[in-house]
Nanobody, 113 residues
């Protein structure tokens, strides 16, 4: 089954930064938009940001100015740079191709002193 692969999660202190990566190992979705979601403990999965194949971006207000989505088309990787992290950002972060059932396995981000 074709999937995406996320990486880059980990434990970080409040105020810190992390960069997540979303790879497409089979190069099936190199021309597709990509989006990032997250699911915190006991919460529903929520949309955070997306990027089109031409680089147009969209963010929800809660992450605007702190998180940046970007893509390297040569490497077919989408990045999610997260800064000024807060404990409430703790969640499993997922990458997806919008409008499809294609998701990655998720990468855990824990923000804690």
């Amino acid at each position: 089954q074709v999937q995406l692969v996320e990486s880059g999660g980990g434990l970080v202190q409040p105020g810190g930064s992390l960069r997540l990566s979303c790879e497409d190992p089979t190069n099936t979705f190199s021309r597709n938009s990509r989006a990032w979601y997250r699911q915190g403990p006991g919460q529903e999965r929520e949309y955070l940001a997306s990027i089109s194949n031409t680089g147009s971006t969209h963010y929800v207000d809660s992450v605007k100015g702190r998180f940046t989505i970007s893509r390297d088309n040569a490497k077919n990787i989408v990045y999610f740079q997260m800064s000024s992290l807060k404990p409430e950002d703790t969640a499993v972060y997922y990458c997806t191709v919008p409008g499809t059932a294609v998701w990655g396995q998720g990468t855990l981000v824990t923000v804690s002193p």
